[in-house]
């Protein structure tokens, strides 16, 4: 049987170093879950509303801010910079996380 060279772009995802990753934060019961998560530079966090009815958002110290997030909605944001991310929920202040990223 012959053996059929892999596509080089294929070779390439199979061997490649550099992988970002995604983290997820649940909202639900007024809360973020987990509330602290740490990542790496160029990572990704996933926030998911897992609520049935209410709605929520991130709003970060450093003026980033999601949309209003219904039930089943997402919002994600890229960490380039190393550092510390605090952020609350507009609708709740008493709902506060944060993100590490080293
Ligand atoms: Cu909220």
Redesign the pocket.
């Known amino acids: 049987m012959r053996k059929l060279a892999l596509p080089a772009i294929l070779i390439a995802s199979m061997t490649g170093t550099v992988s970002a990753a995604e983290v997820e934060v649940l909202i639900d019961k007024?809360r973020y879950e987990p509330a602290s998560v740490a990542v790496k530079a160029g990572d990704t966090v996933v926030w998911r509303n897992a609520e049935k009815r209410t709605s929520?958002d991130v709003a970060f110290d450093d003026g980033e801010r999601s949309e209003r997030m219904m039930p089943e909605d997402q919002y994600r944001r890229t960490f380039t910079t190393p550092g510390r991310y605090p952020y609350h929920?507009v609708?709740?202040p008493h709902?506060k996380g944060e993100v590490v990223v080293e």
């Open positions: 007024n929520h929920c609708p709740h709902m």
